[in-house]
C-alpha cells in the first residue's frame, strides 16, 4: 500500500528559508514521480517541483521557484524527500503538499507538474511567508 507522509510546514519572514520533508511508502522496486504542489487561497493547486526515482529523469521546476527551491532525495533514508525553500517570498505562502505516482520503466524524462497525473497524496502543510 503507497502512502506519503509530509511534513516541515511554518512560519517565517521574508528572505527565510524553511524544508519540507515527504516520506513515501510502498513504492519499492519501482520507478515514480514525486512533487510537491501548493494552493494558495482562492487559487488553484499548482505543481512547482518534481523529481524522477528510478528513471534518471532529474528535477523539474516552475520559473517562479528555479534557484530558490531544491528537491532532493535524502542521502541516508532513499524513501524521504526534502523540498528546501530559500530566499522565501510572500507569494510562497500556501498550503504544501507531496504527491507522487508510478511511472513506467525507462522514461527518461523530467517527471510532470500536471495535478491530474498524480494519484496519491501526502495530507497537506502549512507555509506561511510574512513582509
Known amino acids: 500500500q503507497v502512502g506519503l507522509v509530509d511534513s516541515g510546514g511554518g512560519s517565517v519572514q521574508a528572505g527565510g528559508s524553511l524544508r519540507l520533508s515527504c516520506a513515501a511508502s510502498g513504492y519499492t522496486n519501482r520507478p515514480y514521480c514525486l512533487a510537491w504542489f501548493r494552493q494558495a487561497p482562492g487559487k488553484e493547486r499548482e505543481g512547482i517541483a518534481s523529481?524522477?526515482?528510478?528513471?534518471?529523469?532529474?528535477?523539474?521546476y516552475i520559473d517562479s521557484v528555479k534557484g530558490r527551491f531544491t528537491l532532493s532525495q535524502d542521502n541516508a533514508k532513499n524513501t524521504l524527500y526534502h523540498l528546501q525553500m530559500n530566499s522565501l517570498k510572500p507569494e510562497d505562502t500556501a498550503m504544501y503538499y507531496c504527491?507522487?505516482?508510478?511511472?513506467?520503466?525507462?522514461?527518461?524524462?523530467?517527471?510532470?507538474?500536471?495535478?491530474?497525473?498524480?494519484?496519491?497524496w501526502g495530507q497537506g502543510t502549512q507555509v506561511t511567508v510574512s513582509s
Open positions: 523529481i524522477d526515482i528510478g528513471n534518471d529523469g532529474g528535477t523539474n
Open positions: 504527491a507522487a505516482y508510478s511511472r513506467a520503466i525507462g522514461l527518461f524524462r523530467p517527471c510532470p507538474l500536471a495535478l491530474s497525473t498524480y494519484n496519491n
